[in-house]
């Protein structure tokens, strides 16, 4: 059966349908409200906020499995109390209506630690998995070879965005879907030079990125970016090609191509990065 994918309308979730339907997130940061009173904000927990709106999605498509493509939890490398206390109630509900499969990310250090007694939750490798054809991971470390090779990946871990600034200054900033071609020649050449032979797939995959759950934890002005300012090795190798890549708002619209957004006047224009110095060493350097 083709595999198809189609987004919730407003919302920061994926369904993915092949020989079964899943729904996936990623970027929920749970324990971020912990980091913030940390840095002096007091902001209260919004778990069961969150839960309910994953539940809802639940109700809506009728997933058979659940797939969390990393960052959990939000701090590193500790994990919070909040971290302690929430995340295995949440991974429990969402398991109790399907299995959950989950990519871990940067900010899930120790996460094998916060998995619940009960419940079918699988956590995968950081590099990803296959599951019906589709290739996962969260995308702060290169994909796995197996990963790289399918037809279609799905990513996050750039919670991206569009920045629109207006003649006036006022910039307002989208969460936004990206989808694109990961260049299976570049991803072909970093495994050679690891000693990793790759079967190369004959055209280039398909690769979406998903904007993040987490409303508060900020995102990449994907218009505004430079292909440094982008996370994660395959955006920092030029293995994914950002220039064409589609981009859609979360309510469906489509904004064209991200080199085509580029040339409008709505996209702050950003001089360019300053390159750091090396410095010279001197005698007193060891």
Known sequence: MPTITYPIPDEPALVVEGDSKALVIA???????????????LVPSRLEERLKRVEKYIRETRPERIILLGDIKHNVPQISWQERDEIPHFLEKLAKHAPVDI???NHDANMELLLPEDGDVTLHSSRGDVIENVGYFHGHTWPSPAVAAAPL???AHNHPTVRLTDSLGYAATEQAWVRTTMLADVIAEHYAKVGITMEKPSTNPIIIVVPAF??????IPI???????????AFSSGAIDVDNAEVYLLDGMHLGKVKDIRKLDVTQKRPPRKRRQRRQKTEGDV
Do not use: K, Q, R, V
């Not at 970027?27 to 904000?41: A, P, R, T």
């Open 153 to 155: 990946i799905i990513t």
């Open 103 to 105: 990519f871990p990310g």
């Open 27 to 41: 970027d929920i940061h749970i324990g971020i409200e912990w980091d913030l009173y940390n840095s002096g904000f």
């Open 214 to 219: 987490n409303e508060i934890c900020g995102g």
């Open 223 to 233: 218009n505004e970016a430079e292909e440094g300012d982008l996370l994660g090795p």
